[in-house]
């Protein structure tokens, strides 16, 4: 990946929609061009898939988990990505070993959510942070 494919890549990620031809204008190439580099991004795997972010449900909310020692962390991860209202799972280093971004309805769907991966025999822990403003 050279600096162009970084160029694009930053267009796309602010907008996955931006039609190729306004992209070339930015980064002063061709539409046909931008059109190859990113056949080629998909192709390599770097760019994975184009989403829609939304402006959310109403109560988002970050949730660190702690999983127990000799478990296999992607198979939780897994589990938890599939359920209705988390948006994104991360597997992380550090002290927590995933990260869920939680999209809820309510406070309470939100804690249900929670409840819910403290619930699994895998979890040691959690830790919680609201998202007060996304910009």
Excluded: C, Y
């Excluded at 059109?35 to 939304?54: M, N, P, Y």
């Excluded at 550090?94 to 309470?108: K, P």
Aim: hydrophobic share 45%; charged share 30%; no cysteine.
């Amino acid at each position: 990946m050279d600096d162009l494919d970084a160029k694009i890549l930053a267009i796309l990620l602010r907008n996955a929609r931006e039609p190729f031809v306004n992209i070339a204008s930015k980064v002063g190439t061709s539409e046909g061009t931008v059109r190859a580099r990113v056949k080629r991004l998909l192709d390599d795997g770097v760019i994975r898939q184009f989403t829609v972010r939304t402006a959310g449900r109403g109560v988002k909310a970050l949730v660190e988990v702690k999983i127990a020692a000799n478990v296999n962390t992607g198979d939780v991860s897994a589990k938890i990505a599939g359920w209705d209202s988390v948006e994104q799972v991360w597997e992380v280093a550090g002290e927590n070993d995933i990260v869920v971004l939680v999209d809820a309805s309510s406070t309470g769907r939100l804690n249900e959510v929670v409840e819910r991966i403290r619930s699994l025999h895998e979890t040691a822990g959690t830790q919680s942070r609201l998202i007060l403003k996304e910009l």
